[in-house]
């Protein structure tokens, strides 16, 4: 079956990919880069904590697949990992998002 997007539905597709990209693939991607780093400087986390990350993901898309409206929700789609860690958040995730992305509103 071939699909056709029309130009509508292919902006609407590419504004979902900027969300995921920047809410989920970018703090994964620095996660998995930086726990050998975030472990040595005193946090309680290493590389088997990483299961804490992929489990906030899948919670998060749960909750978005039983209501889609949540994926537009800016509060909601950058709190996906502020519970990986049982203490809050991790600090060093919270200021590289901030460096990335500047303070939220």
């Known amino acids: 079956m071939i699909m056709v997007l029309t130009l509508m539905e292919m902006v609407a597709l590419s504004r979902l990919f900027c969300i995921l990209h920047f809410c989920v693939c970018i703090s994964t991607r620095f996660l998995v880069g930086q726990t050998h780093n975030i472990g040595a400087l005193g946090y309680d986390w290493s590389p088997l904590l990483m299961g804490n990350a992929i489990d906030a993901i899948e919670n ?11 994926f537009l929700e800016e509060d909601f789609m950058i709190s996906i990992f502020t519970k990986i860690n049982d203490n809050g958040p991790l600090a060093p995730l919270s200021e590289f ?3 990335m992305f500047g303070e939220c509103s």
Request: net charge neutral.
């Open 60 to 70: 998060a898309m749960m909750k978005i697949q039983s209501d889609g409206s949540t």
């Open 97 to 99: 998002m901030t460096y």
